[in-house]
């Protein structure tokens, strides 16, 4: 994906790579089904199985999620198959090949497992993983993610607004930025010996992004608890910005004043802006982001879909960008 011919990567294109099946470890799904799981609500989408192609797919344990009534929260697409969901993944501590995280990720504990909270808020603190997953009600959220690489999916999330944890933890009046850290030990990902990006992953996003309530703290999909590979025990989707954004498996959360860099803008800033908000007119150097492949519709005749600016968020996120120049801010 992300091809950096200055450090000597170079990524295979995705058709040479077999997707394989998750690898799933009973145990640990077990370790969850004992502490944070709890039997789907009947009002799930994942329960109803009305989006999601089926309940429980991967057999793990159960994240209870009810409905989201957050405007746009639930698009109308047909869900990705859990198996091209967790088989096809983006997940660099665990190495570069689409299949190597559900392949590799297995070695990642999940538990236990906590979050900083660090810098500008008057509640600076570290939470546990079941303080986070009880702090506001399970939503379930239907989300298009679309990858800068030029494919996209459908994921049924399980998750809260980011800003329930964001108001519990008051930002002070310096707080203009978010960053955003996640785990990097080399003893549970074997990914980090490659010098591909600087280690930890670091994200960010603008103060009033991260309170949208469209930027979710996600700690399932598919009416479970997030397999490794998509990031467990929780992770971030900020579903108008390319995938790079929502970063997987957090255990730093920094408020700060400044607009912080992030892992690829270090690696490639002519390539990948902070904002990297889904434009389909301002196209990556070395591929065009006029449209998509959706995955899991990719036969040998399938239409590209046209890429929707804000990757059709456009009516709750325009807003925020108002009297930006995008194509500069890209
Ligand atoms: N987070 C971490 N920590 N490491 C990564 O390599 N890859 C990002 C993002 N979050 C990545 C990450 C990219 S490029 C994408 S497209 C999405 O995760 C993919 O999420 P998915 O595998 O759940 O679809």
């Known amino acids: 994906m992300h091809v950096l011919r200055d450090r000597g990567f170079v990524h295979p294109v ?86 190597d995280p559900s392949q590799h990720a297995h070695t990642l504990k999940t538990r236990p497992w906590t979050v900083a909270i660090e810098g500008e808020v008057k509640k600076p603190g570290t939470y546990d993983l079941d303080t986070l997953l009880k702090l506001a009600p ?36 310096n707080a203009k930025f978010v960053q955003f850290v996640t785990l990097a030990d080399r003893k549970q990902m074997p990914g980090l010996t490659s010098s591909v990006l600087d280690w930890p992953y670091v994200e960010g996003l603008r103060l009033d992004e991260a309170m949208h309530p469209l930027t979710l703290l996600s700690f399932g999909m598919y009416g479970e608890v997030l397999p490794n590979q998509n990031g467990a025990p929780l992770r971030l989707v900020v579903p108008w910005k390319y995938g790079f954004k929502s970063g997987k498996s957090l255990v730093k959360i920094r408020f700060v004043d400044k607009q912080p860099k992030t892992s690829w803008e270090l690696a490639a800033p002519s390539e990948y802006g902070f904002y990297s908000n889904v434009n389909p007119k301002v196209d990556h150097p070395r591929w065009s982001q006029a449209s998509e492949r959706r995955i899991g519709e990719d036969g040998l005749f399938a239409k590209k879909r046209p890429t929707l600016m804000f990757n059709g968020y456009e009516p709750q996120v325009g807003q925020l960008y108002a009297g930006m120049d995008l194509r500069r801010q890209f």
Do not use: H
């Not at 298009?144 to 980011?162: F, Q, T």
């Open 14 to 99: 995705s058709s040479e790579i077999t997707p394989r099946a998750a690898y799933l470890d009973r145990r640990r799904w077990l370790a969850w089904a004992g502490s944070a799981a709890a039997t789907a609500l009947p009002g799930s989408v994942a329960a109803q199985g009305a989006q999601s192609p089926q309940a429980r797919p991967g057999k793990g344990a159960a994240l209870a999620a009810a409905r989201s009534s957050v405007a746009g929260a639930l698009v109308m697409d047909k869900a990705t198959p859990y198996k091209d969901a967790t088989t096809y993944n983006n997940f660099y501590e665990f190495g570069t090949d689409k299949a």
């Open 138 to 173: 399970q939503e379930e959220r239907i989300y298009r993610l679309r990858c800068v690489e030029g494919w996209s999916m459908v994921i049924p999330w399980i998750g809260y607004s980011l800003s329930e944890l964001i108001k519990r933890v008051e930002p002070t009046g």
